[in-house]
């Protein structure tokens, strides 16, 4: 029952990212662990062996073997990751106070063993990994015990056959258990409710979780998704929870089939509701608009068809015509609730973009554009290509903007140490001049700034405004902000080419460049594209929502604390130390789950998580335990190869309640095998 709860409570306690809804996931995981170790005590003072699936039911062999080997080793690693945070916590070389925004260091601690740059943060985070194992070992042993029901029945078995030597126990007969029946009819009630709740929830347009709380960020309904603020988060759980349920569904009906071979009919047995569950929590990411859960859940889909079409010739129609319903439902449903606002995200123009500059500013600055200026003043102010040298604002200090006014003025301008000190070149009346044509323009920035249009110089007027910086002075270039989304017009814009140079160039070396890539790269080329074209090109590069800042944050500890990291969820406070100015956004997560693994847990701890998750993926080929075909390993294999492809562009196990289902996606896989 503690476990159900779990189960329950997890994702609706708005994701289980509230301190208090961790508490009470950790004291549930504490509870189960004490009961885990009760039951290990009265084992081994009444010398009791209790009856196992895969084990007590089956003759020992290399399997069984190979399993317990898995199985110690596991228990090994989570020792030693759980000791890594432990030491890390215990031996910390600095504490981050919260409130006052700094951090005090300690003398006294052991540069040779784990230490963290935030020992409160430590200390949370080996508190939640120390009850999601109390979870994890306590689950995995009860799924492998036999109810009293299943004893009996196996006992019963076992006398018959030693009675009769004509018969034998069979082995390979595919049985789901009782307890894991009971824990996946749970998880997959509560994953179709969640996802049927949070559609409903989206549809109705409100903005709080739940239609219960405003949270503080991501306040919009688009953004959130359920009782989760962040909809990519509710998008990965679901993607989690549907494969589970498909897979279970599959076993039940092969369990049925074989086991009421002669009295089956069509549309008998409680299985036949598990379709309709999976097809609704497979509905929920693709509703979401969350581009990494819609890509996922598309890749597992397509995966599911090829595995079960791959088994079809040992299924009968009826199970053919279901995959068939569960995967045009899931497109035609998705498609007509949730494809309108996610068509919007994917179509929606990508404006920044990371340069190959070398260096984050440069003296000599270059850029060339072809755009399009419009027949009659626009009414808003549309921006040309800017550089900078930072992701996160376009518009801050070393920024080189180029935009037109509303009232038709064409402005070129270098902000100095402040938004409020620039130096600036203008055209008045650029817009009348041009209008309706497309133009070719190239400014180049050195001591002066010359204005080139059409390949010709023109003359430009100059005014400044407070501490001016000179044209000499250095501009940002590590990012290219290419008309800050107004490119959206006609899918493709008015902005049709873009290229940004770190040295001097003149209207000729263009066409020049162009005949001669190589060329063009040694004359200073940091950023080429060609807007007009459409397709793939532009969804792949599509706007990253400042993760490359970060993603260079990560590296930068990576760098600074190869071995040990910084220290098990330290990042969010750690990250305020490399943060250049105040211009620079405070980020919580790296939106990469393996930069921020190596960057809090080093190289020491990275290893024995990914040493752990290969234990985990490799036991159902040659382990011991509940027999069952490769369908079910499979699907749970899609959720969590999807949980992990996910990991790469966002943070699903910085989320308790994902990291949660996720680890029962794991035990499961320790707990079936291909032979018992």
């Given at each position: 029952?503690?476990?159900?709860?779990?189960?329950?409570?997890?994702?609706?306690?708005?994701?289980?990212?509230?301190?208090?809804a961790?508490?009470?996931?950790?004291?549930?995981?504490?509870?189960?662990?004490?009961?885990?170790?009760s039951?290990?005590?009265?084992?081994?003072?009444?010398?009791?062996?209790?009856?196992?699936?895969?084990?007590?039911?089956?003759?020992?062999?290399?399997?069984?073997?190979?399993?317990?080997?898995f199985t110690?080793?596991?228990?090994?690693?989570?020792?030693?990751?759980?000791?890594?945070?432990?030491?890390?916590?215990?031996?910390?070389?600095?504490?981050?106070v919260?409130?006052?925004?700094?951090?005090d260091?300690?003398?006294?601690?052991?540069?040779?063993?784990?230490?963290?740059?935030?020992?409160?943060?430590?200390w949370?985070?080996?508190?939640?990994?120390?009850?999601?194992a109390?979870?994890?070992?306590?689950?995995?042993?009860?799924?492998?015990?036999?109810?009293?029901?299943?004893?009996h029945?196996?006992?019963?078995?076992?006398?018959?056959?030693?009675s009769?030597?004509?018969?034998?126990p069979?082995?390979?007969?595919l049985?789901?258990?009782?307890?894991?029946?009971?824990?996946?009819?749970?998880?997959?009630?509560?994953?179709?409710?969640l996802?049927?709740?949070?559609?409903?929830?989206r549809?109705?347009?409100?903005?709080?979780?739940?239609?219960?709380?405003?949270?503080?960020?991501?306040?919009?309904?688009?953004?959130?998704?359920g009782?989760?603020?962040?909809?990519?988060?509710?998008?990965?759980?679901?993607?989690?929870?549907?494969?589970?349920?498909?897979?279970f569904?599959?076993?039940?009906?092969?369990?049925?089939?074989e086991?009421?071979?002669?009295?089956?009919?069509?549309?008998?047995?409680?299985?036949?509701?598990?379709?309709?569950?999976?097809?609704?929590?497979?509905?929920?990411p693709?509703?979401?608009?969350?581009?990494?859960?819609?890509?996922?859940?598309i890749?597992?889909?397509?995966?599911?068809?090829?595995?079960?079409t791959?088994?079809?010739?040992?299924?009968?129609?009826?199970?053919?015509?279901?995959?068939t319903?569960?995967?045009?439902?899931?497109?035609?449903?998705?498609a007509?609730?949730?494809?309108?606002?996610?068509?919007?995200?994917?179509?929606?123009?990508?404006?920044?973009?990371?340069?190959s500059?070398t260096?984050?500013t440069?003296?000599?600055?270059?850029?060339?554009?072809?755009?399009?200026?419009?027949?009659?003043?626009?009414?808003k102010?549309?921006?040309?290509?800017?550089?900078?040298?930072?992701?996160?604002?376009?518009?801050?200090?070393?920024?080189l903007?180029?935009?037109?006014?509303?009232n038709?003025?064409?402005?070129?301008?270098?902000?100095?140490?402040?938004?409020?000190?620039?130096?600036?070149?203008?055209?008045?009346?650029?817009t009348?001049q041009?209008a309706?044509?497309?133009?070719?323009?190239?400014?180049?920035?050195?001591?002066?700034?010359?204005?080139?249009?059409?390949?010709d110089?023109?003359?430009?007027?100059?005014?400044?405004?407070?501490?001016?910086?000179?044209?000499?002075?250095?501009?940002?270039?590590?990012?290219?902000?290419?008309?800050?989304?107004n490119?959206?017009?006609?899918?493709?814009?008015?902005?049709?080419?873009?290229?940004?140079?770190?040295?001097?160039i003149?209207?000729?070396?263009?066409?020049?460049?162009?005949?001669?890539?190589?060329l063009?790269?040694?004359?200073?080329?940091?950023?080429?594209?060609?807007?007009?074209?459409?397709?793939?090109?532009?969804?792949?590069?599509s706007?990253?929502?400042?993760?490359?800042?970060?993603?260079?944050?990560?590296?930068?500890?990576?760098?600074?604390?190869?071995?040990?990291g910084?220290?098990?969820?330290?990042?969010?406070h750690?990250?305020?130390?490399?943060?250049?100015?105040?211009?620079?956004?405070?980020?919580s997560?790296?939106?990469?789950?393996?930069?921020?693994?190596?960057?809090?847990?080093?190289?020491v701890?990275?290893?024995?998580?990914?040493?752990?998750?290969?234990?985990?993926?490799?036991?159902?080929?040659?382990?011991?335990?509940?027999?069952?075909y490769?369908?079910f390993?499979?699907?749970?294999?899609?959720?969590?190869g999807?949980?992990?492809?996910?990991?790469?562009?966002?943070?699903?196990?910085?989320?308790?309640s994902?990291?949660?289902?996720?680890l029962?996606?794991?035990?499961?896989?320790?707990?079936?095998?291909?032979?018992?």
């Amino acid at each position: 029952m503690i476990i159900y709860v779990s189960i329950l409570f997890g994702p609706w306690a708005f994701g289980t990212t509230q301190t208090w809804a961790i508490q009470v996931m950790n004291g549930i995981g504490y509870s189960l662990g004490v009961l885990f170790i009760s039951k290990w005590v009265i084992r081994m003072v009444y010398r009791y062996r209790p009856h196992r699936w895969g084990f007590s039911d089956c003759p020992a062999s290399w399997r069984t073997r190979i399993s317990k080997i898995f199985t110690a080793v596991l228990a090994i690693l989570t020792v030693a990751i759980l000791t890594f945070c432990f030491i890390s916590a215990w031996n910390a070389r600095a504490n981050y106070v919260l409130g006052f925004g700094y951090f005090d260091y300690f003398d006294d601690f052991n540069k040779s063993l784990p230490h963290s740059y935030d020992a409160g943060a430590t200390w949370s985070a080996f508190y939640n990994y120390l009850a999601l194992a109390c979870f994890f070992w306590s689950m995995r042993d009860w799924l492998l015990g036999k109810s009293r029901r299943e004893r009996h029945a196996f006992m019963t078995e076992e006398t018959e056959s030693t009675s009769s030597s004509a018969r034998k126990p069979r082995f390979r007969q595919l049985v789901l258990p009782e307890r894991m029946k009971r824990l996946l009819w749970v998880i997959s009630c509560n994953a179709a409710l969640l996802s049927m709740v949070s559609i409903i929830q989206r549809l109705d347009g409100g903005n709080k979780l739940l239609w219960l709380l405003e949270p503080r960020w991501n306040k919009t309904n688009e953004s959130q998704f359920g009782p989760y603020a962040y909809r990519s988060n509710a998008a990965q759980y679901l993607n989690l929870a549907w494969p589970l349920c498909l897979g279970f569904w599959w076993a039940s009906q092969r369990a049925f089939s074989e086991n009421f071979r002669r009295t089956a009919r069509v549309g008998q047995g409680a299985h036949v509701v598990l379709l309709p569950m999976a097809i609704v929590t497979a509905i929920g990411p693709l509703v979401a608009t969350s581009r990494g859960g819609v890509l996922v859940s598309i890749l597992g889909t397509f995966s599911a068809i090829i595995l079960f079409t791959l088994f079809a010739q040992r299924t009968n129609w009826v199970t053919r015509i279901g995959i068939t319903v569960l995967f045009s439902a899931v497109i035609g449903l998705g498609a007509w609730l949730g494809w309108e606002p996610l068509q919007k995200r994917l179509a929606a123009p990508t404006f920044k973009f990371t340069t190959s500059a070398t260096e984050s500013t440069a003296d000599q600055v270059s850029i060339f554009t072809r755009f399009t200026v419009p027949a009659v003043a626009d009414k808003k102010t549309l921006y040309l290509p800017i550089v900078s040298p930072l992701q996160t604002i376009h518009s801050g200090p070393k920024s080189l903007i180029s935009r037109i006014l509303s009232n038709g003025e064409l402005q070129i301008y270098l902000v100095g140490t402040t938004t409020g000190d620039y130096i600036m070149k203008y055209i008045p009346g650029f817009t009348a001049q041009y209008a309706g044509q497309e133009v070719e323009m190239l400014w180049v920035k050195t001591d002066e700034l010359a204005v080139y249009i059409n390949g010709d110089r023109v003359e430009v007027s100059e005014r400044k405004t407070g501490n001016a910086p000179s044209w000499s002075s250095p501009a940002g270039v590590a990012f290219l902000w290419n008309g800050i989304g107004n490119t959206a017009k006609a899918n493709g814009g008015y902005i049709s080419r873009t290229q940004v140079f770190t040295k001097s160039i003149v209207p000729s070396d263009i066409s020049l460049f162009d005949s001669m890539p190589d060329l063009a790269k040694e004359s200073g080329l940091i950023y080429f594209n060609d807007f007009a074209q459409k397709g793939l090109y532009s969804f792949l590069n599509s706007d990253t929502s400042g993760r490359d800042e970060i993603f260079n944050t990560a590296q930068k500890i990576i760098h600074d604390f190869p071995l040990f990291g910084s220290g098990p969820g330290s990042f969010p406070h750690v990250n305020s130390i490399y943060m250049e100015n105040s211009y620079q956004y405070w980020h919580s997560y790296v939106h990469d789950d393996y930069l921020e693994t190596l960057a809090t847990f080093g190289i020491v701890g990275f290893s024995i998580i990914m040493a752990m998750l290969m234990v985990v993926l490799i036991h159902w080929f040659v382990g011991s335990g509940i027999f069952q075909y490769f369908p079910f390993a499979a699907m749970i294999l899609i959720g969590i190869g999807g949980c992990l492809a996910h990991a790469k562009f966002d943070f699903p196990f910085q989320v308790y309640s994902i990291l949660h289902i996720f680890l029962i996606n794991c035990c499961l896989l320790m707990t079936i095998a291909r032979k018992a």
